[in-house]
């Protein structure tokens, strides 16, 4: 069998995080009742007329700065035209001859080092409407709330050569996208989507071998299945002497195979012309550097001035970092208490534990900085012990509520008075003989049961330390 190499591009869409349509004002909030967003533009009516959204072309001009592109400066809309059920206007309003930006780069890091993925353009544009079929009824049925929505795609030349940077690729896209706020990029809602154009070729040959488009991948583990699989697809055909056919692929995540939809279209048969409803746009220089000046902290910035701001582990500054919404809880509640890797603990073990445990992401998180920074306040003072903190941060990561009030309402204070202690200590080891016996008889670890019962008659307030020092101390 012949050595081949996988060759890769990404058509990346990404839905704007404006609060209205691309050229109406409708609403884009998601989950509304099919049909209620809709108007005569954006279902095409006859007669109504677009209007650009001035902030779709201001998210997507920071998109393009953030990604190393050139804005361009005079740039206009075509009319794509292609009819599905879905596209009420039988025709999409695109870019395809003056993109507003072209010719950048992201940087990704995977096990094999540093690697530039070049951007060949990002362009805007409206996305359609989502087709709902009814198996029991065997109909499809048309929702337009999603027809208007403001779209750019981000096309990547094909510089991508595994799963591993396809994903690494996405992950940077949807990390620099989040902290700009032009998209929340939630593949399972579809704001951000991904069509996986793939080709394989025999090593050391310079000619690209036949792609396939593969569509449908709503999950970077759908991603990395799709890519591999359409891989030994191509090469078993290829091996048996056959052909390759230029089609896109619909992947289906539950038979983790996919199958043919249609032949693959070329540009003009979709016969662009110029937009005849929409003048071009010319942008400032003076524009551009505002939004420039504008742009906030991306993380490669952010991860670096962790490490020399806050004196934290790479680790931990990679992982605060993979959110914005992470990072933006780490520096407010680090503001107020001063203690950098108390705060990078909490957040990077009971946080995310909890986290996977709900199935939520960090935008979701409902406690507030102040009530975080209190609650490592009181641990670190020794106010609480480790497990009634855990639990007292296990009740605000429910319901947000301030941690000193609940820990006084509630009694959870630790127990520092030795005498106290001394007293109930003395009950567990006359109750414990055999415990006792053990730990003298060189068991170090029947130390463990006595400790235990003396937390447990302290209902769990007693300091582990002050109670383990008196327990050796008795057992000398």
């Excluded at 009824?137 to 929702?143: G, K, M, P, R, T």
């Excluded at 639990?391 to 009694?411: I, L, S």
Aim: include cysteine; glycine fraction near 4%.
């Amino acid at each position: 069998m012949k050595n081949y190499e996988t060759v890769i591009g990404l058509e990346v869409h990404v839905e704007l995080a404006t609060k209205t349509k691309i050229f109406c004002s409708c609403s884009t909030a998601f989950g509304a009742k099919p049909n209620t967003h809709t108007c005569p533009v954006c279902t095409g009516q006859p007669g109504a007329l677009p209007v650009l959204n001035k902030q779709v072309l201001q998210y997507a001009i920071a998109v393009g700065l953030a990604t190393n592109c050139t804005i361009t400066q005079y740039s206009k809309f075509d009319r794509k035209n292609y009819f599905y059920p879905d596209n009420p206007q039988n025709y999409q309003i695109s870019q395809l001859y003056l993109p507003i930006c072209r010719n950048g780069y992201v940087e990704i890091e995977t096990e094999s080092g540093k690697k530039k993925v070049r951007i060949h353009e990002i362009h805007m544009e409206e996305d359609a409407g989502k087709l709902v079929h009814d198996e029991w009824e065997d109909v499809s049925i048309v929702d337009y709330n999603r027809s208007g929505v403001p779209l750019i795609e981000i096309v990547s030349e094909p510089d991508m050569r595994s799963a591993e940077e396809v994903i690494a690729y996405l992950e940077t896209l949807r990390q620099t996208i989040q902290y700009l706020g032009a998209s929340d990029c939630k593949l399972n809602e579809g704001s951000m989507r991904a069509d996986v154009n793939l080709s394989v070729r025999e090593v050391g040959s310079q000619e690209f071998g036949t792609r396939t488009e593969m569509k449908n991948l709503n999950s970077f583990k759908a991603i990395a299945h799709a890519i591999e699989g359409e891989r030994e697809r191509q090469i078993e055909l290829l091996e048996m002497g056959r052909k390759v056919v230029q089609e896109t692929r619909r992947w289906d995540d539950n038979k983790e195979s996919s199958h043919a939809m249609r032949s693959k279209e070329d540009a003009h048969d979709y016969r662009y012309f110029p937009e005849p409803d929409l003048v071009p746009m010319s942008i400032s220089k003076q524009w551009i550097e505002e939004i420039k000046k504008h742009q906030p902290e991306l993380r490669p910035a952010k991860l670096s001035r962790y490490k020399k701001e806050y004196d934290i582990p790479e680790y931990d500054a990679k992982i605060l970092t993979e959110s914005k919404a992470m990072a933006d809880l780490f520096e407010a509640t680090t503001a107020i208490c001063g203690k950098p890797k108390k705060v990078s603990n909490w957040l990077m073990v009971e946080t995310m534990r909890l986290m996977k445990e709900k199935d939520i992401e960090a935008d979701q998180l409902s406690f507030s900085a102040e009530n975080l920074a209190k609650l490592v306040d009181l641990a670190d003072a020794g106010t609480i012990n480790s497990n009634v903190a855990k639990d007292v941060f296990a009740k605000m990561f429910e319901k947000d509520m301030d941690p000193e009030v609940y820990v006084k309402e509630q009694g959870l204070a630790t127990v520092n008075d030795e005498e106290a202690l001394k007293k109930i200590i003395q009950e567990v080891i006359v109750a414990n003989p055999q415990a006792v016996e053990d730990y003298r008889a060189g068991k170090q670890k029947a130390i463990g049961a006595l400790m235990g019962q003396t937390m447990r008659a302290t209902k769990g307030k007693a300091n582990p330390a002050v109670v383990q020092n008196l327990l050796i101390d008795y057992l000398k």
